[in-house]
Each structure stands twice: as structure tokens, then as C-alpha cells.
């Protein structure tokens, strides 16, 4: 027999949405919210997102916990019998889990009050266009701004039973990457009387490689990824227009500052070189994932000294996060929940093993329990 929280998440899985329009996911949620006691509960939404707050017995802060809620743009590929029944869309980052865990966190302390006021956070849009930011500034964030904040995201390459985390940085500054070439297209027999947006685009793929490797401190850390391209229309015809899409990742917003500039520069340079006309445009961009260095270190000491689960200092990863909007201006923290998954963040088969669910709230429970009483 599964756990109630195991069934949330499953009910969750079938139901992942997109961005800013986690519309069943929010009613879901506050069914749920709603068939607490409501004595200590005071609720508000924010577009598809809900702010759950619980007034604490004589409180001097505020602890707020944050989940995200939005699935990915991916076709499931698991045969799980919860799997996805919305096309196309997939809970493939575990947000599921984030919700299920955050919800048995809220309900524990529902029955179990302490003496600091609680906020529960459940937030869209992380995958993009970014819900962190946004929310942040909202009217709620502000009636009830907390003194701390916390978050997780799973792991699949950690065992349950497992946490990582490190003070200071834990996740990149990243930020999208989109570039549109638009040239002058022809017939593939007549190549002088056109500029060719596919051989742009290709020049302009291997010369980005180049910002990392030559214009990035060695001892830092960058990554531009061109995940996709497009252009053309059929094979005897030169393009007209090609299109870049990517990624941008790196260890310091000095780092980013830089490979933005260069990438500039190398798109005006393609523009002359190859008689285009080219634009950019960054989409979403995220903040760094700062873990206070004071929190984080109470955090991993109370972890060793009261829980059962296993605790790895981890190095810092390339992945993003809008969490780190949060963190920027809260003192906080994220740690990484291992999950065990044969297959990794963002896959069509990810399947997170369920063990962890309870093992995060049972954790958390502890910690913020401690926390709020001191």
C-alpha cells in the first residue's frame, strides 16, 4: 500500500502543464489544501501559483518552503499506468515529487503547529518563462515576506536515502538563446544569386564554440549549447532564413555578462560577412543558485546529527534554476534529493524512485519543525 503522499504524486503525474497554465494542478492543490483544518491556515493565489501560509503559536519570523508546479513539453515515454494523460507533456523534472513532498510538509504542520509563522509557496512556470521572479514581487510575496527560504529538487543520479548539497553557488546563471539569420534564398543552381542561411548558420555554430574556449578565464566555467537549428524549406531551394536555438550557461554573472557581449559581436560580424540581417533574443534568463552559507551549514550539521539520511557535499552544477531569484534576496537554500533514476532530468522515461517522498517530507518536517521552535 502506497503512502497518501506516493498517491498525490501519482494523481499530479497525470496531469503535468505547461507554464503558466497549471490550471488543474492549481485546483488540485487547493482541493487538497482545503480539506485541511483551516484554523491556523490563511490561503491566496497568484495567477496558477498559490501562497498557503500557517500562523505559528507566538512567532518571531516567518520560514517559507517553495515547489514548483509546471511540467516539461515532452512526450512521455514510460509505461507507468500514472503515466501522463495530457499529450505531449510530462512531469520529466520531478516537479511532481516537489509538490507531493511540499504538500506533506504543509500538512504535518497543520496538525503539528509550531511557534513561527509558516509560508508555503507553490509556484509556476520555473521550466519557463520563469514564474520565481515575478512571484517574488507579487502583492501576497510581499504581505508575507519571510526571513528564510528553503527548496529541493530531485536527483536522479543519487541514491535514495541521499541529500547533496554545498554552501555558496549550487546551480548556474543561465539563460536561453535564440538567433534568427534572414539572408536571400534561390535556387540551389544559382548559389551567387543568394546568401545562403544554413552555411550562416553552420559558420556561426562552430565560431560560438570559440567564446568558451578563448574568451572565458580558464578557471571559471561556461557552456553554449546550440540544441537546435532550422532553416530551409526543401533541398533544391538555398534558405532564406535559418534559425539557432540554445543555451547559455555559466558559473558567475560576470561569465555571462562577457559571453553575451561576445556573442553580439560575433552575430554583427555574420551579418557583414555573410550579407544578412541578424537578431537575438535571450528568452529566459535565470539567477545563480546561492545557498547562504550560514543556513546551509546549520542545515548539513542537523542533518548529521538528527537524520538517518545520508549527506553528500556536492560541487556546483551547470543546471538553472529561478529559484535563485528567491535566494537573491532571501537568506536560504536548495539541496539536491536523491531519487535513483536509471534516467536523468528533462528524459522521457525519467522515473524517480518513490521511497524518497517520504523520506523528504519526514526530513523536512524535522528541520523546519527545529527550526521554527528556536
Same mark, same amino acid.
Given at each position: 500500500m502506497v503512502s497518501p503522499f506516493v498517491s498525490i504524486r501519482r494523481d499530479l503525474h497525470k496531469i503535468p502543464e505547461l507554464g503558466f497554465q497549471e490550471f488543474k494542478t492549481q485546483q488540485y492543490l487547493l482541493n487538497y489544501i482545503a480539506s485541511l483544518p483551516q484554523e491556523r491556515l490563511e490561503i491566496q493565489t497568484w495567477k496558477t501559483g498559490i501562497f498557503v501560509k500557517i500562523n505559528g503559536l507566538q512567532p518571531t519570523k516567518t520560514i517559507a518552503y517553495r515547489a514548483d508546479i509546471d511540467g516539461l513539453p515532452i512526450h512521455e515515454e514510460t509505461e507507468l499506468p500514472y503515466r501522463s494523460q495530457h499529450e505531449g507533456k510530462m512531469h520529466a523534472c520531478g516537479h511532481d515529487f516537489h509538490m507531493s513532498i511540499a504538500l506533506g510538509v504543509l500538512t504535518h504542520f497543520v496538525h503539528h503547529p509550531i511557534r513561527d509563522d509558516l509560508l508555503f509557496i507553490f509556484q509556476p512556470a520555473e521550466e519557463g518563462p520563469g514564474g520565481a521572479l515575478p512571484m517574488l514581487q507579487s502583492e501576497p510575496m510581499q504581505q508575507w515576506r519571510p526571513d528564510m527560504i528553503i527548496a529541493l529538487h530531485i536527483a536522479p543520479e543519487y541514491p535514495v536515502g541521499t541529500i547533496a548539497i554545498k554552501a555558496g553557488l549550487l546551480f548556474a546563471n543561465t539563460s536561453e538563446l535564440f538567433i534568427d539569420l534572414k539572408g536571400k534564398g534561390g535556387h540551389a543552381a544559382f548559389p551567387h544569386l543568394a546568401n545562403d542561411m544554413v552555411v550562416a548558420a553552420c559558420a556561426l555554430v562552430t565560431q560560438l564554440q570559440s567564446i568558451v574556449a578563448r574568451n572565458v578565464d580558464p578557471l571559471d566555467s561556461a557552456v553554449i549549447t546550440i540544441g537546435k537549428i532550422s532553416g530551409g524549406t526543401v533541398q533544391n531551394v538555398i534558405a532564406e532564413n535559418a534559425r539557432l536555438e540554445g543555451t547559455i550557461r555559466t558559473?558567475? $554573472?560576470? &561569465?555571462?555578462? !562577457?559571453? !553575451?557581449?561576445?556573442?553580439?559581436?560575433?552575430? !554583427?560580424?555574420?551579418?557583414? $560577412?555573410?550579407? =544578412?540581417? $541578424? &537578431? /537575438? *533574443? @535571450?528568452?529566459?534568463?535565470?539567477?545563480?543558485?546561492?545557498?547562504?552559507?550560514?543556513?546551509?551549514?546549520?542545515?548539513?550539521?542537523?542533518?548529521?546529527?538528527? &537524520?538517518?539520511?545520508?549527506? /553528500?557535499? =556536492?560541487?556546483?552544477?551547470?543546471?538553472?534554476? *529561478?529559484?535563485?531569484?528567491?535566494?537573491?534576496?532571501?537568506?536560504?537554500?536548495?539541496? %539536491?534529493?536523491?531519487?535513483?533514476?536509471?534516467?536523468?532530468?528533462?528524459?522521457?522515461?525519467?522515473?524517480?524512485?518513490?521511497?524518497?517522498? *517520504?523520506?523528504? /517530507?519526514?526530513?523536512? $518536517?524535522? @528541520? /523546519?519543525? %527545529?527550526?521554527?521552535n528556536n
Amino acid at each position: 500500500m502506497v503512502s497518501p503522499f506516493v498517491s498525490i504524486r501519482r494523481d499530479l503525474h497525470k496531469i503535468p502543464e505547461l507554464g503558466f497554465q497549471e490550471f488543474k494542478t492549481q485546483q488540485y492543490l487547493l482541493n487538497y489544501i482545503a480539506s485541511l483544518p483551516q484554523e491556523r491556515l490563511e490561503i491566496q493565489t497568484w495567477k496558477t501559483g498559490i501562497f498557503v501560509k500557517i500562523n505559528g503559536l507566538q512567532p518571531t519570523k516567518t520560514i517559507a518552503y517553495r515547489a514548483d508546479i509546471d511540467g516539461l513539453p515532452i512526450h512521455e515515454e514510460t509505461e507507468l499506468p500514472y503515466r501522463s494523460q495530457h499529450e505531449g507533456k510530462m512531469h520529466a523534472c520531478g516537479h511532481d515529487f516537489h509538490m507531493s513532498i511540499a504538500l506533506g510538509v504543509l500538512t504535518h504542520f497543520v496538525h503539528h503547529p509550531i511557534r513561527d509563522d509558516l509560508l508555503f509557496i507553490f509556484q509556476p512556470a520555473e521550466e519557463g518563462p520563469g514564474g520565481a521572479l515575478p512571484m517574488l514581487q507579487s502583492e501576497p510575496m510581499q504581505q508575507w515576506r519571510p526571513d528564510m527560504i528553503i527548496a529541493l529538487h530531485i536527483a536522479p543520479e543519487y541514491p535514495v536515502g541521499t541529500i547533496a548539497i554545498k554552501a555558496g553557488l549550487l546551480f548556474a546563471n543561465t539563460s536561453e538563446l535564440f538567433i534568427d539569420l534572414k539572408g536571400k534564398g534561390g535556387h540551389a543552381a544559382f548559389p551567387h544569386l543568394a546568401n545562403d542561411m544554413v552555411v550562416a548558420a553552420c559558420a556561426l555554430v562552430t565560431q560560438l564554440q570559440s567564446i568558451v574556449a578563448r574568451n572565458v578565464d580558464p578557471l571559471d566555467s561556461a557552456v553554449i549549447t546550440i540544441g537546435k537549428i532550422s532553416g530551409g524549406t526543401v533541398q533544391n531551394v538555398i534558405a532564406e532564413n535559418a534559425r539557432l536555438e540554445g543555451t547559455i550557461r555559466t558559473l558567475s $554573472a560576470e &561569465s555571462m555578462k !562577457k559571453v !553575451k557581449e561576445r556573442i553580439e559581436s560575433l552575430v !554583427k560580424g555574420m551579418e557583414i $560577412a555573410y550579407q =544578412c540581417e $541578424a &537578431s /537575438i *533574443d @535571450y528568452g529566459s534568463m535565470y539567477y545563480q543558485v546561492y545557498n547562504n552559507e550560514k543556513l546551509t551549514k546549520e542545515f548539513m550539521t542537523f542533518v548529521q546529527q538528527h &537524520s538517518d539520511i545520508h549527506m /553528500i557535499e =556536492c560541487r556546483e552544477a551547470m543546471t538553472g534554476e *529561478d529559484f535563485g531569484y528567491m535566494l537573491a534576496e532571501i537568506p536560504g537554500f536548495m539541496f %539536491w534529493l536523491g531519487v535513483e533514476s536509471e534516467y536523468g532530468l528533462h528524459h522521457a522515461r525519467l522515473n524517480p524512485n518513490e521511497l524518497a517522498i *517520504d523520506q523528504a /517530507i519526514s526530513l523536512l $518536517a524535522s @528541520y /523546519i519543525g %527545529w527550526k521554527g521552535n528556536n
